[in-house]
């Protein structure tokens, strides 16, 4: 059965320390990882696709890098408004269609 | 920034009552989602529609649920007869592509409370 996992489930962090989010799968043929940012009550923000093993991709304070079997989300001295829930996403199948969401890391950055 | 809408923000409706749940993608997009995520859940799929039909739908997506585009802009959800569990935020999403470059834009949410 395809599974995406996440970890920790819950992060704080001081303002500009640096840490890393984890995302690990086992879908069989990969088509892609897809990492969103989630405010609470809000819908998922997209951030970054990665389709490779290898793959770097980075947005501001944001770096995602990618492995066979799992992907990192990289944040470099984060500010207080980086802190929402971080999701990991993977499509079920060759179509892309059905997302399966990882239950996402819930980031807190303390001024 | 084009972006994907929904109404209501809030629905709230007693058990058995047909709730319609209203979304417009993004207006060059061709494919069409509608995600829950029930309270400290994670995101589930519920359906994908394209061309006017429906391409792929979860076991959660019932004879209770349908889909449709009732004409070229808005893509609704309706819940034939709600049940307390289908408490939930409703997401919808649409994409340009399919398959391998497939990146989904969600909407706000509507946060359906059945009582």
Same mark, same amino acid.
């Given at each position: 059965e395809d599974q995406v996992t996440q970890s920790p489930e819950a992060l704080r962090l001081q303002e500009g320390e640096s840490s890393s989010l984890n995302c690990s799968y086992t879908v069989s043929g990969l088509r892609g990882l897809f990492?969103? @940012?989630?405010?609470?009550?809000k819908g998922p923000e997209f951030l970054f696709t990665l389709y490779s093993a290898g793959e770097e991709k980075e947005? %501001? @304070? #944001?770096k995602a890098? #990618?492995?066979?079997? %799992?992907?990192f989300l990289h944040i470099t001295a984060p500010k207080p408004e980086d802190s929402a829930t971080y999701l990991c996403a993977v499509p079920r199948d060759n179509y892309g269609q059905n997302f399966v969401f990882g239950p996402g890391t819930r980031l807190s950055v303390l001024p | 920034e084009p972006e994907v809408t929904q109404t209501p923000s809030h629905q709230v409706t007693q058990m058995g009552q047909e709730v319609i749940l209203r979304c417009v993608p993004i207006s060059n997009h061709l494919y069409f989602y509608w995600y829950r995520q029930i309270l400290g859940q994670?995101?589930?799929? /519920? $359906?994908?529609? !394209?061309?006017? *039909? &429906?391409?792929?739908? +979860? *076991? &959660?997506?019932?004879?209770?649920? +349908? $889909? *449709?585009?009732?004409?070229? +802009?808005?893509?609704? /959800?309706? &819940?034939?007869?709600?049940?307390? *569990?289908? +408490?939930?935020? !409703?997401f919808c999403a649409s994409s340009a592509n399919r398959g391998r470059f497939n990146e989904q834009f969600f909407g706000p949410g509507t946060? /359906?409370? $059945? /009582?």
């Open positions: 990492w969103y @940012r989630q405010d609470p009550g947005k %501001e @304070r #944001l890098t #990618l492995t066979k079997k %799992e992907s | 994670k995101v589930e799929f /519920l $359906v994908s529609f !394209y061309n006017n *039909e &429906i391409s792929e739908k +979860s *076991e &959660i997506f019932d004879d209770q649920f +349908s $889909v *449709e585009r009732p004409d070229g +802009s808005n893509f609704t /959800l309706k &819940i034939r007869s709600t049940k307390l *569990e289908d +408490s939930a935020m !409703y946060r /359906l409370t $059945v /009582l």
